[in-house]
Structures are given as C-alpha cells and as structure tokens.
C-alpha cells in the first residue's frame, strides 16, 4: 500500500462510486446506441463489432502506453468463463434492448446485485452486511415497483431480460477475482480479443455476417467505446471495494435510464417510478455511508 494523508477505509468507497458514476454514463450510452443499431443488426453481429472495434482501441491504448508487457496468457480459465458469461448476459441484454421500454430492461438487469448478494459469499468469501441486505432490499423494492411484474404478458424477450442478470452476476463476481490477480488493461484485452472470436463466430452461424452500414457505423463505435469504459470504470471501483457495495450503487443506472427513455422515445415515468427510484437511491445512499464507516478488516 501506498502511503495516504486519508485513511483507504474512509476514501474507497467513494472513489469506487465515481468510478460507478462513470460506468452510468457509458451504459446509458450504449443502451441508446444498441436500440439504434438493432434494426439492421443481429446482437451476435452488434457483439462482433462492437469486440473488434473494442480490440483496435485496446491496442491503440496499450501501444501507446508502451503495456503491452500486462497482457500475458495468465488464469485463462479465469478469463475465459467471465467473458463467456459476459458474452452470454451482453447478447440477452441487446436482444430485450431492441423489444422492451429501457427502464423495464434495466430493472431487470438489476436483479444482477441480488445474485450478487445471494453468491458472492460462496464464491468470494465476502461477509453479507446488515446495510448491505438493506440496501438490495431496497434496490429490490424499487425495482418491483418500476417493473411491476405481471403487468404485461411473459415473452422471450422479457425471458432475456430476467437471463441476462444472471451472466451480468457471474461476469461482475469473476472480475472481482480477476482484479486481484491480472491488471485491467489484461482484463479489457482477453475481453475484446476473446467475444471478437465468439461474436464472429456465432454471427456466422447462418452463414452471412452483416457489417454496419454508414449511418450505424457511429453507433457501434459508441457501443465499443462505452462498453470498455464501462468495464474500466466497474473492473477500478472493483479494486477498491467488495462487489455487495459496488454493485447495489449501479442501480442509479435505472433512474437515469427512464429519463432517457422519456426523453428520447416518449416512454412514460410515472409515480411508481419516482417512488422506486427514491428507494434505490436511498439503499445505495445507505450502504456507501455505512461503507465508508466500516473498519479496514470489518
């Protein structure tokens, strides 16, 4: 550890919600960016793409940074079931994106923390608080409450929704035990180099492979671009704190999200959604606090 005039126990978990704040920002955009596209593209060709332009800006980033030397072929198991996961959860998410009202498909999402919650004790040892189940009961209510499940009819769509929270929750606890092991720029290049191959690969499987034309070409640079940032963003806040606080803060995304749907394609936000995002923002308010607070080796 390097020396700090603050303690790491009191400065961590805010430093790990910028670090969040970002990853916000680059999902709203890419959820913007993967609705333009997916009128002419599968989501295996809008993966494809979006990993091979993610691969170039990799490349550029780590040759102009002269760390090419942190990219080295340790935990390839590791890496290749969270990008797997990642490959799987990604591919569900674009595929809801193009057929449901974005907040419904973010709050879906959000059931990830909860899996997170439910996991993450087994898988990486980590302690379930009491501020941290308050808070994803929270986040729970409030998802219950924008997504008011029952209220439309189940179809695949809604299917790939609910599926893709439970890759985003293996993606998100196997990269808290690749950030202990392998530094990021490792992390952002086996991710690219890796669903490059799975997306071709499964985009071929018809045996035609669509490029993007022109006009979605900027799209699926936003795509790329905003999908690694976001990674960064979540792999760095990774580092400082445990996954039951990063992941419960994420749940900001949905509030965001609906304003944008409203904004952009007239998508209603009524007081059921007010509501529910007074009660995310309030259980990620509590748990940073009670976070921040925490002794080092709590």
């Known amino acids: ?4 005039i603050a303690r790491p126990s009191d400065t961590a978990p805010l430093y790990a919600a910028l670090w969040m704040m970002g990853a916000v920002t680059a999902f709203t955009s890419m959820a913007v960016a993967g609705r333009a596209v997916s009128i002419e593209l599968d989501t295996f060709e809008i993966m494809a793409w979006r990993s091979l332009i993610g691969m170039a800006i990799v490349a550029l980033v780590l040759s102009l940074g002269r760390r090419w030397h942190e990219v080295t072929p340790r935990h390839p198991g590791l890496h290749l079931a969270r990008n797997i996961a990642h490959f799987s959860a990604q591919n569900l998410w674009f595929y809801a994106l193009a057929a449901l009202p974005l907040a419904q498909v973010f709050a879906f999402e959000f059931t990830a923390p909860l899996w997170v919650l439910v996991l993450s004790p087994l898988l990486l040892g980590e302690r379930l608080t009491r501020p941290r189940a308050i808070a994803a009961i929270l986040g729970f209510l409030g998802i219950v409450m924008v997504a008011r499940p029952g209220a439309a009819p189940l179809s695949p769509a809604l299917l790939a929704a ?32 890796s669903q490059t191959v799975l997306g071709f690969a499964c985009a071929g499987i018809d045996g035609a492979i669509a490029a993007p034309s022109q006009a979605a070409l900027p799209w699926i ?7 690694l940032g976001a990674h960064f963003c979540i792999a760095n ?11 419960p803060f994420d749940f900001l995304r949905l509030p965001v999200i609906a304003v944008v749907g409203l904004v952009l394609y007239g998508e209603p936000v009524g007081p059921l959604m007010l509501i529910g995002a007074t009660l995310i923002l309030g259980g990620n308010y509590l748990n940073i606090r009670a976070e921040a607070r925490r002794p080092t080796n709590a």
């Open 1 to 4: 550890m390097t020396p700090s």
């Open 162 to 193: 609910a599926g893709c929270a439970v890759g985003f929750a293996f993606t998100y606890m196997l990269t808290r035990r690749l950030t202990a092991e392998a530094p990021v720029a490792r992390i952002l290049w086996w991710m690219t180099a």
């Open 221 to 227: 640079g936003v795509i790329a671009a905003a999908g």
């Open 237 to 247: 806040a990774l580092r400082l704190a445990p996954a039951t606080l990063v992941m």
